[in-house]
């Protein structure tokens, strides 16, 4: 039930970043269900990925159309209960009390969001020029902006929703305070990088 209820709040958070955020090709401006999915890994196991890969897979399945709609949500499902397995496991291996107390924790547990970003938004955004949903002459940028889009959605809401369940549960932890601080500095660093970044090329693209 667990599971389910992961890929449940995924998909309907996924739903909901899509009203919330401007629509940027087969990315948002703000990713939340990555946020959640990786939280929910962090409190609840591992496990929790195959909840992801089922929400991210309902998600693209329904927003996508054409004969290679299935194969191509599968494997984005995939990659992104990949990115979240991973990136909680490493997060788990730096800091075993989930939440970094100290600035050097913090410090990898942002470098181990990059690289893993940085890897999901490699292997996504291929997928979706492969199967013609996205152009290869704009991979880079598209790269790019996935990896500051993802980044931006953990750093943003991964730790406020961990230190919110350890609260409601009434669990011990120590240095909430501070990841939460430095995650909300660096995430909204890179959320506002991210749009001023989006909206100059639309504003480039209309003067063409």
Not at 108 to 120: K, W
Not at 142 to 150: I, S
Request: hydrophobic share 55%.
């Amino acid at each position: 039930m667990q599971i389910l209820f992961v890929g449940g709040v995924y998909f309907l958070s996924a739903r909901l970043s899509m009203m919330l955020g401007l629509n940027v090709g087969n990315s948002y401006s703000l990713w939340l269900p990555i946020g959640f999915g990786v939280a929910a890994a962090l409190v609840w196991g591992l496990p929790s990925a195959i909840g992801v890969f089922i929400g991210a897979f309902l998600f693209r399945f329904l927003d996508l159309s054409g004969s290679v709609a299935i194969p191509v949500s599968i494997a984005i499902g995939t990659v992104r209960s990949l990115e979240v397995f991973i990136c909680a496991a490493v997060i788990r291996r730096i800091t075993p009390a989930v939440l970094p107390r100290t600035s050097r924790e913090i410090l990898l547990v942002f470098l181990c969001i990059v690289l893993v970003a940085a890897f999901h938004s490699i292997v996504n955004i291929a997928i979706f020029c492969a199967g013609g949903f996205e152009s290869w002459n704009s991979y880079g940028f598209l790269v790019l902006r996935k990896c500051l889009n993802d980044v931006s959605g953990i750093m943003l809401l991964t730790p406020i929703l961990v230190i919110l369940y350890k609260r409601i549960t009434k669990q011990p932890y120590d240095g909430g305070f501070l990841w939460g601080l430095a995650s909300f500095i660096i995430g909204s660093s890179v959320f506002l990088f991210f749009m001023f970044a989006t909206l100059t090329q639309q504003r480039t693209e209309i003067g063409r």
